[in-house]
């Protein structure tokens, strides 16, 4: 690539899981330059990503600068598109100032994803900021960006699994099923900040958010009907694991379900359908998203496993950016495994 076709960016959130995951990524994209890498105003100096990431000594010396509300009009000046790993309440704060700077938004938080405010105030407990144009939801193998969007929402990482899983299969489910999603993830989920119940001794496998997670309105809107939704949390770092439940229609066969999946994902390089039931193993630090499906009686059982730090949030973020920008999708991911966390 010429240098002419270098674009710069900044990453917000960089010091945490998913936004250093996509510092990384972006490190060794061939068209994405990072000039700004953002942690939150409460640290006191810059200094490099190595100094929190050892793991990214001698391989990536980014410097790590605390954000502040003044550094915009430099920042504007000089790139032209933002990444946002942010929380919730700050990237709803921040990013309609980046907008009005003229800069592009990809926001991996919650703040954009739902289309109705009313849904978003109850799930997130604050009013969801109004914005002139409407924000696409970039679940990315069913999202065609054209490319002049103001921001875009990086769909959350259980609704990524359970969307990818659901999508192909929707014409083909029993009128009445709703669509019944347990899913496990791993810590890395909630984020890097300390609190006890993320705190290695305290985790042990248990159910939370039961039918009350905030993801649960993102699935709904993301399939186009009601879903119930159990989270669970696991005692490992990082992949997310969904078994999903439905009833299909009369007469819908196996045969049925797999080429409805194949129509979908034929031409999609980071979703597989596999023929047995997906280990985390083989999706954690990749891009990819497994799907296994068995079609029991008239139930259709599914089986996905994505990475949530990767799929679920920064290498789809990158995805869509490739795409926004006119490149393949595939750009800077390989399905082969490599990440940070
Ligand atoms: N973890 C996951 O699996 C996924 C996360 N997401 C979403 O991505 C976002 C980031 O999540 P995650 O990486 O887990 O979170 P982390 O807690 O690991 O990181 C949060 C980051 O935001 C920075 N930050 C916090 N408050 C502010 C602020 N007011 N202004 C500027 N920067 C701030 C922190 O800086 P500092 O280090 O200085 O505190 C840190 O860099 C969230 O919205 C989350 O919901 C989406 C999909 C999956
Ligand atoms: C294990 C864990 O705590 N997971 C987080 C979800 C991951 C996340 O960060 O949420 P978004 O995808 O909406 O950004 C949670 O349940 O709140």
């Known amino acids: 690539m010429s240098k002419q076709e270098t674009i710069q960016c900044a990453v917000f959130g960089a010091s945490g899981y998913s936004g250093v995951e996509l510092l990384w990524l972006l490190h060794n ?60 309440e700050a990237s709803a704060e921040l990013a309609p100032k980046l907008i009005a700077a003229g800069l592009v938004v990809f926001d991996l938080s919650g703040a954009f994803r739902l289309g109705d405010p009313l849904q978003h105030q109850a799930a997130y407990g604050f009013a969801q900021p109004k914005l002139s144009n409407d924000v696409p939801y970039g679940l990315a193998e069913f999202t065609q960006l054209k490319g002049d969007e103001p921001l875009v929402a990086v769909p959350g990482c259980y ?47 248990q159910a939370y958010g039961v039918a009350e997670h905030r993801h649960q309105p993102e699935m709904a809107q993301t399939i186009g009907r009601d879903v119930i939704f159990v989270p669970h949390l696991g005692n490992f770092k990082r992949g997310i694991l969904a078994t999903i439940y439905a009833q299909l229609a009369e007469q819908v066969s196996s045969d049925m379900v797999a080429e409805a999946f194949a129509a979908c994902y034929a031409e999609q390089p980071f979703v597989r359908l596999v023929a047995n039931p997906p280990k985390l193993q083989q999706v954690v630090g990749t891009p990819c998203c497994d799907i296994y499906f068995k079609v029991h009686g008239n139930q259709l059982i599914l089986s996905v496993a994505i990475d949530n730090l990767l ?22 991911l390989t399905p082969s495994p490599g990440a940070v966390v």
Do not use: M
């Not at 953002?38 to 410097?63: D, M, N």
């Not at 669509?179 to 119940?197: D, M, Q």
């Open 159 to 205: 609704p990524t699994a359970a969307g990818l899983a659901l999508r192909p299969v929707l014409a083909l489910l029993a009128a009445h099923t709703t669509p019944i999603v347990n899913a496990v993830s791993g810590v890395s989920g909630a984020g890097r900040k300390a609190a006890l119940h993320t705190s290695f001794c305290e985790v042990s496998l």
């Open 311 to 332: 799929k679920g949030a920064a290498a789809q973020a990158l995805q869509l950016a490739n795409q926004y920008v006119g490149l393949p999708p595939t750009t800077g």
């Open 29 to 88: 994209h061939p068209v994405f330059d990072v000039t700004h890498a953002f942690s939150s105003s409460a640290r006191e100096k810059a200094e490099p990503i190595s100094a929190l990431y050892p793991q990214l000594a001698g391989r990536c010396e980014q410097i790590l600068q605390p954000w502040h509300s003044d550094l915009l009009p430099q920042l504007a000046q000089q790139v032209r598109v933002v990444f946002l790993a942010l929380p919730h």
